[in-house]
């Protein structure tokens, strides 16, 4: 690699870090203003039920730093963030950042398959409509793919939950392990078991915008020059899709799904809360209701540089694999 080359990757990352820097500075100031106006008293969904004197809320509020006004509580919290530390969970009563550690691994499992079966199904319905284009199929794949896109999370989860764990009972009614078991007792297969339903109803949310965009891409490329001149030579159907339609759309296909890392990780909350699984996006909506500002604020802070390495990694990937982007993005 030449000089240029480096200099050029060099103000990239550059400015990537700056880029993601400064949306972190800006997600981290906006959740803290929407958590300080909210209606939620932190001591109150604190204590529950219990009644305290004013004393005891006073100590309570102090103990929290609730007493300070906004502006001095964000910048202690600024302050420890920048030191690594995430301050303690008012919900679970554990440091923020083991509370995200725990709960990523549980929400990382479900979406990483709502991920990879979004992709597959995604792009096996879009080659199939873009081969029989007018056909019935199409048009049972085309239609099939707007009501999935119309479809709210919520509703299909309860949907799947009456049908795949009521009625037929296929499936557990929800949660990441049987109930009845302690946490050494549980197998493999019980994690997989309890994981099948809600990241099938999680996947299901990303097949319709990548069937669509697979679909209109290979009929571009099966309209193109070179697929007419393959067919003239007596290239067979199937060595055209291999050989010319899988490669050319194969990289906005992958741009496509990594992009689609952020609305998989804002399903996940509704997700996980209709099958009770206790990852990530669970922990996320017990802490806004409980008005856990730490838990809430590292969860966001989280949620970005998540977002973010997805989007950076596709746009790697798509460098890597087009050679004019690496080059044009390096002069």
């Not at 500075?25 to 300080?36: N, R």
Request: charged letters at 15%.
């Amino acid at each position: 690699m030449s000089t240029t080359v480096y200099k050029g990757l060099g103000r990239y990352f550059s400015s990537t870090l700056v880029r993601m820097l400064t949306l972190l500075g800006a997600v981290s100031l906006i959740s803290f203003m929407l958590i300080a106006l909210s209606p939620i008293d932190p001591i109150d969904a604190y204590l529950g039920d219990a009644h305290v004197s004013e004393e005891q809320r006073a100590n309570i509020a102090e103990h929290w730093g609730l007493n300070k006004s906004p502006v001095e509580r964000y910048g202690i919290w600024i302050t420890h963030v920048l030191q690594g530390d995430m301050g303690e969970s008012i919900t679970y009563r554990q440091p923020v950042a083991k509370v995200i550690g725990e709960r990523f691994r549980a929400s990382l499992a479900l979406m990483g398959v709502a991920w990879v079966l979004s992709g597959v199904l995604g792009f096996t319905l879009g080659i199939i409509a873009a081969v029989n284009k007018g056909k019935w199929i199409d048009r049972f794949i085309k239609t099939f793919c707007l009501i999935l896109a119309s479809t709210p999370l919520f509703w299909l989860g309860l949907l799947f939950l009456m049908v795949f764990a009521v009625y037929l009972q296929w499936f557990p009614l929800g949660l990441a392990a049987p109930i009845n078991k302690l946490a050494h007792e549980v197998t493999l297969g019980d994690k997989i078991y309890h994981l099948i339903l809600p990241a099938l109803t999680l996947s299901i949310t990303g097949v319709a915008g990548i069937a669509l965009h697979t679909r209109q891409k290979f009929i571009d490329v099966l309209k193109s020059e070179y697929v007419l001149f393959a067919k003239a030579r007596g290239e067979k159907p199937r060595e055209i899709i291999r050989r010319h339609g899988l490669r050319n759309i194969a990289l906005p296909g992958i741009t496509l799904q990594f992009a689609s890392v952020s609305e998989l990780f804002g399903g996940s909350v509704l997700a996980e809360k209709v099958f009770s699984y206790p990852g990530l996006g669970n922990a996320a909506t017990h802490a806004g209701l409980k008005g856990d500002a730490p838990l809430l604020l590292g969860i966001a802070l989280f949620s970005v540089l998540f977002v973010f390495t997805g989007n950076f990694l596709a746009n790697v990937i798509y460098g890597i694999v087009d050679p004019q982007i690496r080059e044009g993005g390096s002069s």
